[in-house]
C-alpha cells in the first residue's frame, strides 16, 4: 500500500462500484509472472558449519589484540565500545555479507525496506549506552535543556491501525464494536500492570532493574496461566496479548513466560484502556530500511576491521591468548586468527558449538534457550491500493484474525516516511514469527525451511488480501528471508533467570541478547558495548 499523510479511504460515491471490482480478483491467484524467491540470509553458508565433518588445515594467519565473533548489533556495539575507548587494534568476523544480523535492509524496485527489526522505541534512561549512540548519529540533542528527538525519523502519523470487523480502525487494541465486557477485561489488565509496575522497577535492559523474589515467581510459569489466575478470559484481551507476544518475543501467551508478558508494558508504556485519561504514548524511532539504518552507521567506522563471509569454526583458549579458525569464504579457506581476548557475539548455541572446552554456565545456557524462526515478506506494489472503510493508511498495518486466517503479524509500509506529495508504488514488509505454530518452534523451522516460495506467496497474498482485496493484481514481486533461529524465546524458566549478564570466561566476553532470554536492540546493544568497555 502506498502512503501519502493526507490520504483517506474512497469516497462513499464510489465505494460501492469499487467494492465489487475488488471482490471479483479477490479469489485470483497471483499472476504467473510475479517474481521474487527467498533472499537476505546465505542458508547454506551458515549450515557448512552443522553439516561439514572436517575442514582443511588453516592457511592464513593473523593477529589482532582484540577479535569479535559476531556482527549483529551485539558485536557491532562491541566494536563502538572499543573504539571509544581508543582501541583501534580489532577486527570483526561476520557470517553474511553485511553485518547487522536481525537488523539488516535490502531494497525493492529501488525503494529501501527492512530485512528484520523495523524499529526502535525511544530508550528511557536505563538504556542510557542507546541514548548516546542516537546522540552520536544526530538522532536527539538538547535543546534549552531537554532533549529532543529529529522529527524526521519519529514514525509519522498515523502509525498504526486495525482491520477489525470488515473495517479499519485506530490502533491495535481490539475496540470498534466489543462488549462492555470485553472494556471492563481491559481496565483490569491495565490496573494489574499498574500494579506490578509500582511493586518493582522494570527496565530495558533488564539486568539494570533488581531480579526479585516476585519477578522470579513471574519468569517461571506461562503468561496464560497468570492470566487464568487473574480472570482475564476475553477473547480480545487476549487475542491482543498474544500479539504482542508474537511480535515482540517469536510466540505467544501460551509459551513466553509471565515476566515476559507484562516485561512488554511494565518496562515501556504500560496498558492504556480505552477512555482512560493517560499521557500520549513514547513515539519510535523508523526508517524505510528499518534497524539497518542503525546497524549500517555502527558498522561503517570499521572499514578494514569488518571481515564479511566468515564463518567461525572453532574458538580454543590458551595460557597467552586465544586461538580462533575461521573459514573465508571468499578465498574458500581456513584463516586462524590469534588474539589477547576473544568476545563472543554469536547466539549461544553456535558459541556452544565452537567453543572448546566451553563452560558450564554457557552449555547450560545454550540447552534451555529455545530460539523462534521467522519469516520477513517484502511485497512490491506497483500501483496503491483501494482502501477499506475507517482510519488512513499508517505505518503499521495488523489484520485480526485466529491463526489460520491471520497468522502474521501485519506490515509495514516503506514509503510511510516519505513526503512525497503523489502515491505511487511502494514495498510492504510482512512479518511472521513461527515459534507459535503447533509443534513449536522446531515444526516452525521445519516448515520455513521445506515450503517452497511460491507456497508462502500464496499463503501471504491470500491472508493479506482480506483487507486488500486487490493486492494480487498489484504486487509484482515478493521476496522472503528466512531465520531459522531468530529470537530467543523468554520460556517459564524455573529458577527464574532473566536479564542475566553472561559471566567472564578468562579471555573470553559473551555478548548477545540470547543472554537477556528475548531479543530486542537495547538488549542486545547494552550487552555488545558491556562486553568492549571492559
Not at 164 to 185: C, H, I, K
Not at 191 to 209: C, D, F, G, M, N
Not at 233 to 254: E, N, P, Q
Not at 352 to 379: C, E, G, K, Y
Request: glycine content about 10%.
Amino acid at each position: 500500500m502506498s502512503i501519502a499523510l493526507n490520504r483517506r479511504h474512497l469516497v462513499a460515491a464510489t465505494a460501492g462500484a469499487a467494492a465489487a471490482s475488488l471482490l471479483s480478483v479477490a479469489g485470483c491467484k497471483a499472476a504467473p509472472d510475479m517474481q521474487g524467491g527467498f533472499t537476505g540470509i546465505n542458508l547454506a553458508r551458515g549450515h557448512l558449519l552443522r553439516d561439514t565433518k572436517a575442514w582443511p588445515a588453516p592457511t592464513v594467519q593473523r593477529k589482532t589484540r582484540v577479535l569479535i565473533a559476531g556482527g549483529g548489533v551485539a558485536g557491532l556495539a562491541a566494536a563502538r565500545a572499543l573504539r571509544l575507548r581508543g582501541m583501534d587494534d580489532f577486527a570483526l568476523l561476520e557470517l553474511e555479507d553485511e553485518a547487522g544480523g536481525n537488523a539488516r535492509g535490502g531494497s525493492l524496485g529501488g525503494m529501501a525496506c527492512p530485512l528484520g527489526a523495523h524499529y526502535l522505541p525511544l530508550p528511557s534512561d536505563d538504556a542510557s549506552d542507546v541514548q548516546d549512540l542516537l546522540e552520536e548519529l544526530g538522532l536527539r540533542q538538547r535543546v534549552a535543556g531537554r532533549w529532543q528527538y529529529d522529527e524526521r525519523h519519529l514514525c509519522h502519523s498515523p502509525q498504526e491501525r486495525l482491520f477489525f470487523n470488515g473495517a479499519w480502525q485506530d490502533g491495535l487494541l481490539p475496540v470498534q464494536g466489543v462488549g462492555e465486557s470485553t472494556l471492563a477485561q481491559y481496565r483490569a489488565f491495565a490496573a494489574l500492570v499498574e500494579q506490578v509496575r509500582k511493586t518493582v522497577h522494570w527496565s530495558i535492559p533488564a539486568y539494570r532493574s533488581p531480579h526479585t523474589p516476585f519477578k522470579q515467581v513471574l519468569a517461571a510459569i506461562p503468561f496464560e496461566s497468570w492470566l487464568n489466575q487473574n480472570a482475564l478470559t476475553d477473547k480480545y484481551l487476549r487475542w491482543y496479548l498474544d500479539y504482542c507476544c508474537r511480535d515482540d518475543y517469536g510466540a505467544g501467551i501460551v509459551t513466553v513466560s509471565a515476566w515476559a508478558g507484562l516485561h512488554y508494558f511494565a518496562s515501556r508504556h504500560g496498558f492504556n484502556a480505552p477512555g482512560a485519561e493517560s499521557g500520549e504514548r513514547e513515539g519510535l524511532l523508523t526508517w524505510p530500511e528499518g534497524n539497518a539504518w542503525l546497524t549500517r552507521r555502527m558498522a561503517a567506522p570499521l572499514g578494514e576491521r569488518l571481515h564479511t563471509g566468515q564463518i567461525v569454526l572453532r574458538i580454543e583458549q590458551g595460557t597467552h591468548g586465544v586461538e580462533v579458525d575461521a573459514f573465508n569464504t571468499a578465498s574458500n579457506a581456513v584463516e586462524r586468527w590469534q588474539a589477547e581476548q576473544v568476545i563472543v557475539a554469536l547466539p549461544v548455541f553456535i558459541a556452544a558449538r565452537v567453543l572448546q572446552n566451553p563452560p558450564d554456565f554457557l552449555t547450560q545456557t545454550a540447552a534451555r534457550t529455545v530460539h523462534a524462526p521467522w519469516l520477513v515478506a517484502n511485497i512490491h506494489i506497483e500501483k496503491p491500493l483501494y482502501d477499506r472503510p475507517g482510519p488512513a493508511p499508517s505505518w503499521d498495518n495488523l489484520i485480526y484474525g485466529d491463526a489460520d486466517t491471520a497468522p502474521g503479524l501485519g506490515y509495514v509500509d516503506a514509503m510511510h516516511q516519505s513526503l512525497l506529495p503523489v502515491v505511487g508504488s511502494t514495498v510492504l514488509t510482512y512479518y511472521r514469527a513461527l515459534g507459535n505454530v503447533a509443534g513449536g518452534p522446531a515444526q516452525g523451522r521445519e516448515w520455513l525451511m521445506k515450503k517452497p516460495w511460491m507456497q508462502w506467496r500464496d499463503e501471504i497474498l491470500g491472508e493479506l488480501s482480506v483487507a486488500h482485496p486487490d493486492l494480487r493484481q498489484k504486487a509484482t514481486r515478493m521476496d522472503i528471508t528466512r531465520y531459522g533461529h531468530a529470537m530467543a524465546i523468554p520460556v517459564p524458566d524455573k529458577q527464574g533467570r532473566v536479564g542475566q549478564v553472561p559471566p567472564v570466561f578468562g579471555r573470553i566476553r559473551f555478548a548477545h541478547s540470547d543472554w537477556a532470554g528475548y531479543s530486542v536492540f537495547e538488549e542486545a546493544f547494552a550487552l555488545g558495548h558491556l562486553a568492549g568497555s571492559v
